[in-house]
């Protein structure tokens, strides 16, 4: 069983550029949810897909937009960086209609943007 | 608005000895509660759950306690092992299978040998 796999682990970029970061969720996971973690906060809920459709959406601007495509991968991709964007982005699977709240998490990309 | 607090950064504790990470929350619609483990260079990892309809969850060497009244929780380990350091976070959220966690953030244990 393979668990939830990021990429890339470190990216640099400058203010008002874009970045896509990707995803393979666990097997026989067909939910993703993406979630910033600041430095010295705790992870916070951007969005979240299911069926190729977002259908969950946290206290975040338009620039922040995912895709979810047919194999349970996902993107996120963020527009005109800014630099509080800087930030450990993690990925997260799980299964919907098992009632839980367990997700499984990847180890994140770690975006710094100057 | 942080809805999720963990007001100590940090615990140390010896081995064998138990650990308590505190929580407290502000939003009374939370009704499903977790803790992850996070290790460095990792994601974080389930630890333990509690629905909002029981005040106590056990799994082996970890427990979960609820107060929904002092809107509180807690978890012990007992007893403590050096396998987990580790910085622990709580998580609620408004329905059980929602994928919208609020987090706190963190408490990061140590457990001296």
């Known amino acids: 069983e393979t668990g939830v796999t990021q990429s890339p682990t470190h990216l640099i970029k400058t203010r008002g550029q874009q970045v896509t970061l990707r995803c393979s969720s666990q097997s026989g996971h067909n939910t993703v949810s993406w979630y910033q973690q600041a430095l010295g906060q705790g992870p916070q809920f951007i969005f979240q897909y299911y069926r190729e459709e977002e259908n969950g959406r946290g206290n975040f601007p338009p620039r922040f937009s995912g895709l979810q495509f047919p194999n349970y991968s996902s993107e996120l991709n963020v527009n005109a960086l800014e630099l509080d964007d800087s930030a450990l982005y993690l990925c997260?699977?799980?299964?919907?209609?098992?009632?839980?709240?367990?997700?499984?998490f990847g180890a994140g990309s770690r975006l710094t943007v100057l | 608005d942080q809805q999720v607090k963990q007001n100590s950064p940090s615990l140390s504790v010896q081995e064998g000895r138990i650990s308590i990470l505190n929580c407290d929350y502000t939003?009374?619609?939370?009704?499903?509660f977790l803790w992850y483990k996070k290790y460095p260079a990792e994601g974080p990892t389930f630890l333990i759950s509690?629905?909002?309809?029981?005040d106590k969850n056990e799994d082996g060497r970890f427990t979960v306690f609820l107060n929904k009244s002092a809107k509180h929780l807690s978890l012990h380990i007992v007893p403590s092992q050096p396998g987990d350091s580790a910085v622990y976070f709580c998580a609620a959220s408004h329905q059980t299978g929602a994928n919208n966690l609020f987090f706190g953030t963190g408490t990061r244990l140590t457990v001296i040998p």
């Open positions: 509690i629905s909002s309809i029981k």
């Open positions: 939003n009374s619609m939370f009704d499903y």
């Open positions: 997260a699977s799980s299964f919907e209609g098992t009632g839980a709240n367990v997700l499984t």
